[in-house]
């Protein structure tokens, strides 16, 4: 985040490269499917803007994934989503306390895809929504819950594409410190897919290190 203002907001850049332990098994109309694999995935680049009146922290940007990981036509477990993607993004956290012990957030985000290469598909668009409710027990320590729900908002295209709209919802508990002398926040969180319709279920955990620059 700089000092730079556009529209009374921060401008900032952010971006992440995530390492995946993706572990399947499924069953399909072929048969069944089991793998794991262990890597890197696609990197994501991301512009910002930010603004903090009293009691909120509200954000948006722009941002896009890089089809670079290794990708290959469903069921597997390539790392890669193996195509490009522009995501929006609008996100706010209310502090009900004058402390800012208490945080509830909600975080907005908006998917377009463009065609996979490896099936020539292009998947719909996609809506999520995460949110959290947390607390300071300490000033370096927070806990609290998250969950997400995510949406197919339009149909699959392309020869063989499945026009379900697709949906998940999972919730879990976080737990996120600070470390000063190091300006990082790690934060680890696990969740809970709880309902799934026309897609797979399962469970996830992600351990998430932000460092300011």
Excluded: C
Excluded at 53 to 79: L, M, N, R
Excluded at 165 to 170: E, I, T
Aim: aromatic share 12%; net charge negative.
């Amino acid at each position: 985040i700089t000092d730079q203002k556009f529209l009374g907001g921060y401008v900032g850049v952010d971006g992440a490269w995530p390492i995946v332990d993706l572990n399947t098994s499924v069953n399909t109309p072929g048969g069944p499917f089991s793998g794991r694999t262990v890597g890197i995935g696609d990197p994501f680049l991301e512009g910002s803007l930010s603004w903090h009146p009293k009691a909120f922290d509200i954000g948006g940007g722009v941002g896009e994934w890089f089809p670079v990981g290794q990708s290959a036509p469903p069921p597997t477990t390539k790392i890669g989503l193996g195509y490009w993607e522009t995501m929006f993004t609008l996100g706010v956290t209310w502090y009900p306390d004058a402390e800012k012990k208490w945080a509830l957030s909600l975080l907005n985000r908006y998917e377009i895809s463009g065609e996979q290469r490896d099936t020539h598909i292009t998947p719909g668009n996609a809506y999520t929504l995460e949110w959290g409710l947390s607390n300071s027990i300490t000033p370096l320590i927070d806990l609290g819950i998250v969950g997400y729900y995510q949406t197919k908002v339009t149909p699959n295209s392309g020869t063989n594409a499945s026009h379900v709209l697709d949906s998940v919802a999972a919730v879990g508990p976080e737990i996120a410190m600070v470390f000063p002398k190091l300006n990082m926040i790690a934060s680890l969180s696990y969740y809970y897919e709880f309902m799934a319709q026309a897609r797979a279920k399962g469970q996830q955990v992600s351990l998430v290190f932000t460092w300011k620059l």
